[in-house]
Structure formats: C-alpha cells, structure tokens
C-alpha cells in the first residue's frame, strides 16, 4: 500500500510540472486568414499596415486592398498606384499614407531557378537601352518606380523628376520636426512637404567595401537623442543630426568604427529596430551557416545569434516590435546554391527553407510555424493592430491573431 501511494504521488508530482511547463509555454493562436476568396488582390501578402481610421491595408504582388471591416478595395497602376507590387506601407504626422515596393532587393523567389542563358548572348544583340515611363499608356504596361503618396482621395507619385536620391524606396520615416525620410538605393532623402534634400553617404574607401553601397540604404532608425542609424549594403552608419557627422560601422564582432582603408566584408543590412532598453537590434541577408542574421548592439559590443530550432532564419528580411516589447524576426534559411545545367541552358538555383516567425520576448526565443496555425511558413512582415492583435503577412494571404506570452 505505501508503494503505491509513492507512486501515485510521483505520477501527481509528473503531471503537475508538466501542467505547469504547458502554462508557461507561449502560444500563438490564429483567428483569421484573409486571402484572394475574401477580396484581397493576391494570396502572396507583403506588408499589412492599420491607417489612423481604423482602416486595414494589405499590400501584395498583385495590388494593394484596403479592408474597412466590412467590404474590400483594390487599387492598382491604373488608379495612380506607383507599382502593383507594394511591400512598404507608412502614414505620416499628416494622415497621408505612402507606398512603396519597399522589396525589391529581396523579393526574389531563391527557390526558383535563374535564367542565366543570356550569358552566352552577344552583347550587341542584348536590349541595354533603358526603358523610360513617361506616358499614360506606357505607366500601365510597366508601371513607375518610386513612391505614392494617398491623401484619401487620390494618389500623387514621386520620383526623382520631383527630387528624390532614387526611385527605389526601401524605407521611410519622419522625425519630430515632421521631416521625412526615404531610404534609397542611392543615398537618403529628406522631404518637408514641399521639397526633397539628399543625403549622400560617402563611406570609407575599404578593402572590401566599395563607397557606394554604403548609399544603398535599407533601413533607417532613430535613437532616444534624436541620431539616426542607418543600414545599408555595407554595414551601419551613425548620423549626429546636430552636427551632420556620419560615422561608419563594420558589421564584426565588436561593431568597431569602419576604418580608411579597413578590411571588411558587406553587411547586407536589411532593417534596424531599437529595443525597449535602447538597444540597436539589425537583421542582414545572407548570414553565415551558424548564425540567424541577427544582431544586437548594446553600445558596448555587438551579440551574434547563432541559428536554432527557436531561431531558424540565415536571411533576416524584418523587425518588428510589439507594444509589449516583444521583437518579431521574418525570414528564411538559406541552402547552398546549386548550378542546374541542361542541353541549351544554365540555371543557378538558390534553394530555401521557409521559417516561420521568430519571437524574442527579452530572454528567449520562440518559433512559431504552421503547426500553430500560420497559413505559410514564409512570412514576409508582422503588424501589430490597434486592437493589439498581430497581422502576419504571408505568402498564403494574411493572418491576425494574438500571442500569449508564457508566464515568468
């Protein structure tokens, strides 16, 4: 009688710790998925963003649809749309919102293969002359790069005719004063309502870094004293807005300043997202076989993440966080390429692994994938709603839904 009693005490022990180990599990649960059945332009959603009304945008490869509750809309290149292909969405100080690509540098499907037979085309037969959008009929064929601003009634599109550094945008935000900035692929731009200022960062001559692509801005963030940092193809670049002083970083192991003449690879950033406790977080593309792309800078050194189950992304494409300080990591794992050749051909393949979403909630880190509801395991971003419900965008269309954090 008394081993039995031991053993029934051990099993009440077993399960009480295991009962208790569920309850401080995490959990993601997905509510709802919208995609092309509900009146969104395409499954394949890149960016979701909630305007000041209260409206829902969904920005896709195929359109951009707005969602007010109830009925679904639909704009494209024929209503003024930049481009069918939206993947940045941003409203400023004044309710108007702009679109952008926002993607063009990592939209590629690395799955697919690449066409590389052009390589055995003479170039005098190759078509190099650039192809210049300037009528009405032309912009629906092939639609304008740059960015569209909405005012709620009409769309207006700039681009470098109206002074920006580039046509291709792959970030935006405003300052305090109310500035705006654009990150471009050829420097910064600065826009004040009525005209654009540019920003060009001449970077350090390195060994192996070229000066321009420290002008192929990718991201940009504000500290709590009112500096920027930038993220580039290079590496990061700190901005002292009082005194216009730029200070150039090399993405190693310390986060040094880039030194003349310094030996340092590219970076490839790809978005820059300060924490709750003020430290710089970076995601880059094309990370190491060990390491997630993601780092963190605390303004003494700089902290790799190496890859796990918890954290599976070798290419980091964003960051988001959340209002409970939560930080949210999409991207893929890279695989080794592969040269795929046939009788007329020559294809280079750059396979991938879809990684779901990736959150850290100041300790550690979670994965969360289709086994928990996620309608793909490509995630392109995350928004979080008014509401505090989280939006995820997905090849599969787009999901919201609420985390549950686990008890500490």
């Known amino acids: 009688m008394r081993k039995r009693f031991h053993l029934i ?17 995490a959990e993601l649960k997905i509510e709802k998925t919208f995609t092309e059945a509900d009146g969104l332009a395409s499954n394949t959603v890149l960016t979701v963003f909630e ?21 679904f809309q639909t704009f ?10 939206i993947g940045l969405i941003f409203e400023d100080q004044r309710g108007m919102l702009w679109f952008a690509d926002g993607v063009l540098s990592s939209f590629l499907e690395r799955g697919k293969p690449i066409d590389m037979s052009w390589m055995e085309t003479p170039l005098s037969e190759l078509d190099l002359t650039p192809h210049l959008e300037t009528t009405e009929e032309t912009r629906r064929i092939v639609p304008l790069k740059g960015v569209s601003r909405y005012d709620g009634k009409a769309f207006r599109i700039f681009t470098t005719a109206d002074g920006l ?6 970030d935006i935000f405003q300052d305090k004063a109310g500035t705006l900035w654009f990150a471009t692929w050829s420097g910064l731009s600065q826009y004040n309502g009525e005209e654009f200022n ?29 500096n920027f940092w930038f993220g580039s ?14 200070r150039h970083f090399a993405i190693d192991e310390d986060f040094t300043p880039f030194q003349e003449m310094g030996k340092s690879g590219t970076a490839h950033i790809t978005d820059l997202q300060f924490d709750a406790k003020d430290n710089l977080w970076m995601s880059r593309s094309g990370a190491g076989k060990e390491n997630s792309g993601i780092r963190r800078y605390d303004g003494k050194k700089l902290t790799i993440f190496p890859q796990s189950e918890a954290l599976p992304m070798s290419s980091v494409d964003k960051i988001m966080l959340d209002s409970s300080g939560n930080l949210w990591f999409t991207g893929i794992k890279n695989l080794p390429q592969k040269l795929h050749e046939t009788g007329d051909s020559a294809r280079m ?5 879809k990684s779901g979403v990736s959150v850290y909630n100041g300790e550690t880190f ?24 989280l939006w995820f965008a997905t090849d599969a269309g787009a999901a919201v839904g609420v985390y549950l954090p686990s008890e500490k």
């Open 9 to 25: 005490g051990l099993v009440v022990f077993l399960l009480s710790n295991w009962i208790i180990f569920v309850a401080h599990t």
């Open 51 to 71: 305007d000041s009304h209260g409206n829902v945008w969904f920005g896709t490869t195929d359109g951009l649809t707005r969602y007010d509750g109830k009925n």
């Open 76 to 85: 494209t290149t024929e209503d003024g749309l930049v481009r069918n292909t």
């Open 165 to 170: 550094a580039d046509d291709t945008i792959q």
């Open 198 to 226: 540019n920003i060009v960062i001449n970077g350090p001559m390195g060994m192996d870094v070229l000066p321009n692509w420290w002008d192929e801005i990718k991201a940009i963030a504000q500290d709590t004293t009112g």
């Open 233 to 246: 193809t290079a590496g990061v670049t700190y901005y002292n807005l009082q005194k216009a002083r730029f």
């Open 349 to 353: 393949i750059f396979p991938k692994d």
């Open 366 to 389: 979670q994965n969360f994938n289709t086994d928990d509801g996620l309608p793909s395991n490509r995630v392109w971003s995350v928004f979080e709603g008014s509401s505090g419900k």
